[in-house]
C-alpha cells in the first residue's frame, strides 16, 4: 500500500540532509581511499580512553564529527544517548547540548516521527551544499560550511572534491583545508585541478556560537567590513548568508566586538582595578584599603602600581617585550616577560584596526 503521510515526511527529511553533507561524506572517502579512515565509526575510534562507549551500538559516528542517535525502538518518541567528553552542538540549531570535558554525559533527546537526533562535534568543520532531488542538480549548487568550537574556540575541517571518477592519482581534484582559531575563519585553497569548480560558491556558513547583535561585534572579509545584511544572529548560531566567494579562492573571516569608552571626567577618584574586600588581607597583598570609597572599589590597585612596562619596543608592526613593573602580585607565580605583537590595517571606510595578540 501507499506510504502514510509520516513516512514520507521522515524520507524527505533524511535525505534532504544526507545531500545537505555530501561534500562530507565525499572527503571522508577520499580519506579512506588514500588512508585507510574509516567513514561509519562506533565511539571507540576516537574515543579509545572512554571505557563507558566500547559496548555502546545504537549510535554511530559519520566520521569524526557527525553524530547519530537513531529511535530504533516502535512507539518511541524519544532516545537515550550518550555524549562523550567534548562540546556537542544540535545539528538543526546549533545548541550546545554537552560541554562536559572531562566525562561524557547520557541525555534524554526528544526524537518525534519526522526527526532524528544529530549533533556536531565541537572542534570541527563540516562543508555542506544545498540539497537537490538528485546528486548530479545537488553538486552544481552553493557550498556551506558548519562550524562547531571545541571548548577553546577553535575548529577544523577540510573539503576535497572532484568530477568523481577520475583516478585520484591523477591529481585533478580540489582541496581545501578550513579553520576556525582566535576569532578568525580561514578557508585555504590547497590545491585547485578540478575546473569545474570555477563555477561553484561558498554561500553561507554556520558559525555555532552565542551572540547577539546588540554586541557590536564587526566582521571583516579579507579587509573589507561584511555587510550586515550578511550577518543573522540566531539564539545559538550565527548566520553568514550571501557570501557569493567563489570556491577557487581562499580567504579570511574575523570578527571583532567594538568597544566603549568610559568616561571618568566625571569621576572623583582616579580609576583602579578591583582588589580583595578584606581590609587586612587587602593591605597584605599590596593594596590599598578605602572604607569611604564610593566611586571604586574600598579595596583596590592604584593605577601606578602593577602591571608591565615596555622593556623593548619595535616599530609600527612588530613584536614588543615586556616586563613586569614591580614587586606587586595577587596570585604570585606571575608570568615576569611578555611578548606582545601589534599589527595595524585597513578594514575599509577609511576605518583602521589595530590587533594586539600576546605571544
Not at 579553520?179 to 578557508?187: M, Q, T, V, W, Y
Not at 552565542?210 to 573589507?224: C, P, V
Not at 540566531?234 to 570556491?247: G, Q, T, V, Y
Request: with cysteine; proline share 4%.
Amino acid at each position: 500500500g501507499a506510504l502514510s503521510d509520516d513516512v514520507v515526511r521522515s524520507a524527505r527529511n533524511a535525505l534532504k540532509i544526507r545531500y545537505e553533507i555530501l561534500p562530507y561524506y565525499y572527503t571522508l572517502f577520499y580519506k579512506s581511499h588514500t588512508k585507510g579512515n574509516t567513514v561509519i565509526r562506533p565511539f571507540f575510534h576516537e574515543y579509545p580512553h572512554d571505557k563507558t562507549s566500547f559496548p555502546i551500538d545504537k549510535q554511530f559516528l559519520v566520521g569524526p564529527a557527525f553524530l547519530v542517535t537513531p529511535v530504533i525502538e516502535e512507539n518511541k518518541t524519544s532516545v537515550k544517548g550518550y555524549f562523550p567528553a567534548d562540546n556537542w552542538y544540535n545539528y538543526y540549531d546549533g545548541e550546545l547540548v554537552s560541554s562536559n570535558q572531562d566525562d561524557g554525559t547520557w541525555l534524554e533527546l526528544n526524537a518525534p516521527i519526522d526527526y532524528i537526533p544529530l549533533h556536531i562535534r565541537g572542534g570541527y568543520i563540516i562543508p555542506t551544499q544545498d540539497w537537490a532531488l538528485t546528486t548530479e542538480k545537488s553538486r552544481q549548487n552553493p557550498f556551506g560550511l558548519i562550524i562547531a568550537p571545541n571548548a577553546d574556540g577553535e575548529a577544523q575541517g577540510d573539503l576535497f572534491y572532484d568530477d568523481g571518477y577520475t583516478d585520484v592519482k591523477k591529481n585533478k581534484f580540489y582541496y581545501a583545508t578550513i579553520s576556525l582559531r582566535e576569532s578568525r575563519i580561514k578557508f585555504n585553497v590547497e590545491e585547485n585541478n578540478y575546473d569545474e569548480m570555477a563555477n561553484l560558491v561558498l554561500n553561507k556558513i554556520r558559525l555555532f556560537v552565542k551572540a547577539s547583535s546588540g554586541q557590536n561585534i564587526k566582521f571583516i572579509l579579507n579587509n573589507e567590513v561584511l555587510d550586515s545584511s550578511k550577518v543573522e544572529f540566531k539564539a545559538d548560531e550565527i548566520l553568514f548568508k550571501n557570501l557569493n566567494r567563489k570556491m577557487t579562492e581562499s580567504f579570511e573571516l574575523e570578527w571583532t566586538t567594538e568597544s566603549y569608552v568610559i568616561n571618568t571626567a566625571s569621576l572623583t577618584e582616579t580609576p583602579v582595578i578591583d582588589c580583595l574586600q578584606d581590609e587586612q588581607n587587602c593591605t597584605a597583598k599590596g593594596c590599598v584599603y578605602n572604607a569611604n570609597s564610593i566611586v571604586v572599589p574600598k579595596c583596590n590597585i592604584p593605577s601606578d602600581k602593577g602591571g608591565y612596562k615596555v622593556n623593548k619596543a619595535g616599530g609600527a608592526d612588530s613584536d614588543y617585550e615586556l616586563v613586569k613593573a614591580d614587586s606587586l602580585s595577587l596570585f604570585g607565580k606571575d608570568i615576569v616577560n611578555v611578548n606582545v605583537k601589534v599589527q595595524h590595517g585597513n578594514i575599509g571606510n577609511g576605518q583602521r584596526f589595530t590587533r594586539v595578540k600576546v605571544i
